[in-house]
């Protein structure tokens, strides 16, 4: 079974691989490169074919911004089978955006960080991946400081996101209540993800006005960060977002501590770490839940619901381990009944919580790698194993799909796209 599961996996991600050395997360769906996509995808590649994984990661940073910023999706083909594409996002309207690839002027959770570590550990020739790394590290390193600088905007060591497509978990209920602050203009627009996955399976036309109107308004301020705090109506400090960011931050102290002569590097990287970990455990816990929550900048108040994004702080040594366990008590008594597979993306108890709707209920599979490797990190290892049962159990009923019913029992329980890369990469990673 997983020699099978393996090279169905390896060929998924083969048939994704694009000639420009990078890998789209879903034929037809998604046709560009996806910043946290590639990252995930680099671990798995990183296993069969080291140098897919290297060029993963190159082709990214290769578009990286003057002022460090590394954006969600970089364009380096074209295509159009995918809204809202280049002429929309218009990276060009930025004095810092790459002069060689368009790209949008937002990014994604900032995994490269820890997928370099990853891919070290993964590498069999470590010398030629030590290499690699020495060659790459510092874009990732001025990737983290854009964010401290630009993002930290109560100099609380924690970074905002300005779009719910920063957060990577785009229709999550979490942002209902800011799409009721808001009435943007009904825009028209062909859609194109509704021509390949059943509608109720994405977020509506009326949500994706939302999203659009987020977008005019940076882009009437030329992706300016100062502008884009003060203006736009989405301002949210993100738990999830700023987990990756504070793991990302160690891999890096413990890249650069095996370089050698990186002091100042990593004394910086050692003070945001510190800052970041105290006001992430000042803001973001919400003792009645006995969850990490998302906070609202444009509203100062938290937004008090729990998600699979609550849990991801185990995976960057965020919590004591007493608050560690009053957080697994919360994912177990709320996510973990016998008949659900682990983990739902939305608290299961809430009448928010819709489990065939994208990011409003259903598993991901990234997900479930995050929180497999935080419940390790506390030695929580028969939740960790079922939640990596669990995954390999969804993929092998159901195939490659982008999210599934966490239901069990149920049919055809797989939606989303079908042939998805980082279902694939890190069944590879599960599977080894
Ligand atoms: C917008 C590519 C991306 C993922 C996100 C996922 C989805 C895009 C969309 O697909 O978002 O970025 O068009 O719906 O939500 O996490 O990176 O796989």
Known sequence: MKERLISQAINVLDENFQPGGFTIPCKGLYPFQWKWDSGFIAIGQAYYDVSKAKQEIATLLDAQWDNGFIPHIVFHNESDTYFPGADVHRSDLSPVSSKKYKSTGMTQPPVTGFVLEEMYRIAKDKEDMFGYIK?????????????????????????????????????????????????????????????????????????????????????ENNYNDAKIAELSPFLVIDPLFNAMLIKSNQALINLYTLIGDNDDKIAQLVKWQVKSIKGFNKKLWDKELGAYVHYDLRKNKPISFVTSSSFS????????????????????????????????????????????????????????????????????????ERVKEDSIELIEKYGFYEYFNCKKGTENAGYGGDNFSWSAALLIDFLN
């Open 135 to 219: 060659s790459q590290i510092d874009k990732v390193y001025d990737n983290h400081k854009y964010f401290y600088e630009n993002r930290d905007v109560n100099d609380e060591g924690l970074v905002f996101i300005y779009h719910n497509w920063e957060s990577g978990t785009d229709n999550s209920p979490i942002w209902d209540d800011i799409w009721e602050t808001m009435n943007p203009p009904e825009y028209t627009f062909e859609r194109r993800d509704t021509t390949h996955v059943d509608a109720s399976q994405r977020p509506s036309k009326r949500e994706y006005d939302h999203y659009l109107y987020i977008i005019e308004i940076a882009k």
């Open 313 to 384: 702080p185990l995976y960057a040594n965020i919590p004591s381990k007493e608050r560690a366990d009053i957080l697994v008590n919360t994912m177990m008594t709320k996510f973990g009944g016998e008949d659900k597979y682990l983990c739902a993306s939305f608290d299961p108890e809430s009448d928010r919580f819709d489990p065939k709707k994208y990011w409003r209920g259903p598993v991901w599979i990234n997900m479930n790698w995050i929180l497999f490797n935080g419940l390790k990190n506390y030695e929580y290892n028969n939740i960790a």
